[in-house]
Structure formats: structure tokens, C-alpha cells
């Protein structure tokens, strides 16, 4: 069998489009299909259309989270209750398209246990994201251990036993990319253009999008400390040097010392890398914290198969 996992917040202008290609997609699978929707706390009648989407195609599930969680959440939520024997995870917005499902579906048959989604190009996105990104993919591949594949975002296939190592990585911090590639397994990667959202508007801000980075670089490598580290020793080598100089060039040449600008240049510099790592060791600190509280990544109000099957959370 075969789930699909799709998060949902706030989609009801896409649904039934979403709804009429997948249908046209599992038909030509031919394996069972089911289609797992994870409301993540929708205001819009995104969860009535599903609801009827299902009195219609019982094959569809709806895991309803008690308000939004974030994608993260949510992806988690349904990666946790999917039942397939792979699971292909895919957005709402049809930015990835459900055609190319059953190529991913034949990878896998023929013994992928991730096919990943390369974009070839992002159609529909403003150079200013597509800059961003391409940085930001550098930077986190620079500073962590399981490099992040660039391009790709979630859309992807991947086998049960990768989604059991994934459901058993216990962070509450979620950033699935990274823990995709850090679970590795034998990887197949297809190319694909990736099409503008169909309708509605996207559901990321810059601000979130640099709480996303943060959350990448923090959780993956704790590099950035290191990087402090050095910071400071450098500081201290140069400070020492320049002391010693002036020293020897007073004891020479007498003493003028002026440099009033100079030494405000240097405080403020100083003071500025300072304060800069301890926000920085503030980030790790609080990531403990968060992670000390041990708390449910997201919380099921309904499940529309409860009555199916009881299911065990993992998280
Ligand atoms: N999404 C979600 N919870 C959120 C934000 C987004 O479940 O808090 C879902 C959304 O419905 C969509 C997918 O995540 O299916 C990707 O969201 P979006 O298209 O807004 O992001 P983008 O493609 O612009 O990165
Ligand atoms: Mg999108």
C-alpha cells in the first residue's frame, strides 16, 4: 500500500483541484492508496471540503491537528499514522506535481528507499527567494555533517523502514529537511520543474523563513559555537599583538598615544561579537530547554479513522 501525506492550512481554493488530480493519479497506480490529509488548524472550510472529499472516496483520511502546529508538525503528524508500505509526502499547493507520483512509485519498486524531487527550476518565485535559498543551502552545508541535498524541498518518496527511523527520531525541534538527510538511506533523485502554487497565496513570511534557517543551523551542528570560539581567540591574539607593540614603541620613541577613535571602534566592534555569541549560546540554551520539556510535537483533535484502527503516537 501506498500513503500519501499531504499537510493542509488553509487550501479550500486548491483542494478540489488537488483532489480531482490525485484521484486521476491513484487510478493509474493501481496499488491501494491511501490519501492521508493532516489539517493543520485551517480556518477556511478546507476540513469540510475533505470531509466530503471522503464521503466520496473512502480511500481519504483526515488527521486534524488542535490548531496549527507549522508544516513541520504536521508533516510529522501524518508521517506518524501513515499506514503505507511508502509514503510520498507532498504539498497541498500543487507546487509539486501528483503526476509524477508513479515514477517515484517505480523507483522505489525497484529499490530506492528515498526518491528525492530535484527542482530544475522554482517557476513563480521571486529571484529574492530563490537567492535566499541558494545561500542559505551553501551556509548549512558548509557547517553540518549530512549535507542537505540542494533543490529539493519535501516532496519526496520514501520506503516504510525510512519513515520508521524518522517517526523514531525524538526532537521536538523539527526541521525535516536536515533529519531527512541525516536518516541518508539508498537515495534515487528525479528532476522536476516545479510549477507556481495553483491558488491561494503562499503561507511563508521572511521571518519565518529565518526562523526555518536558524532552526536548520542550530538543531544540525553546533559548529557556529566553535566558530565563536575562534572568534574570541583571534580577538584576544590580535589585542595581545597590538598591546605589545605599543608598549615597545612607547619605550622607544616616548609616549603619544592618541587613538581615541580607534579605541571606540574597538569596543563597539568587541561588544558587538560578544553580545552576537551569546545570543548565540542563548539559541543552543534555549533549544535544550524546549527539548527538556519534552513535549508532543503536535496534538490530534480528530482522527477519521479512529474507529478503523487504534493507533499508537510514537512522539
Ligand atoms: N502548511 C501547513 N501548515 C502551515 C503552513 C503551511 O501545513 O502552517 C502546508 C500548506 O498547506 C502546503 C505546504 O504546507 O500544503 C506548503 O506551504 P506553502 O505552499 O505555503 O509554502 P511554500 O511552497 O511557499 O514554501
Ligand atoms: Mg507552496
Known sequence: MLSIVIPVHNEADVIPTLLNRLARVCRQLGTATELVFVDDGSSDNSVALLLKARRRYPDIRLLQLSRNFGKEAAVTAGLNH???????????????????????????????????????????????????????????????????????????????????????????????????????????????????????????????????????????STRPLRIALILGLLAAGAGGLFGTWEVLKALVLGVSTPGYASMIAMITFLSGIQLLCVGLLGEYVGRIYMETKQRPVFILAEDSDDHVQDYQPTL
Open 82 to 220: 501513515a499506514r503505507g508500505d511508502a509514503v510520498v509526502l507532498i504539498d497541498a499547493d500543487l507546487q509539486d506535481p501528483p503526476e509524477l507520483i508513479p515514477d517515484m512509485v517505480n523507483e522505489w519498486r525497484k529499490g530506492a528507499d528515498v526518491v528525492l524531487m530535484k527542482r530544475r527550476c522554482r517557476t513563480g518565485e521571486s529571484w529574492v527567494k530563490q537567492v535566499t535559498a541558494s545561500v542559505f543551502y551553501r551556509l548549512i552545508n558548509r557547517i553540518s555533517d549530512a549535507p542537505i541535498p540542494v533543490d529539493t524541498g519535501d516532496f519526496r518518496l520514501m520506503s516504510r523502514r525510512t519513515v520508521d527511523a524518522l517517526n523514531r527520531l525524538p526532537e521536538r525541534n523539527r526541521y525535516l529537511k536536515g533529519m531527512f538527510a541525516w536518516v541518508g538511506m539508498p537515495t534515487v533523485t528525479l528532476e522536476f520543474d516545479r510549477d507556481p502554487r495553483a491558488a491561494g497565496k503562499t503561507k511563508w513570511n521572511y521571518l519565518k523563513l529565518v526562523h526555518l534557517a536558524m532552526e536548520g543551523i542550530t538543531s544540525f
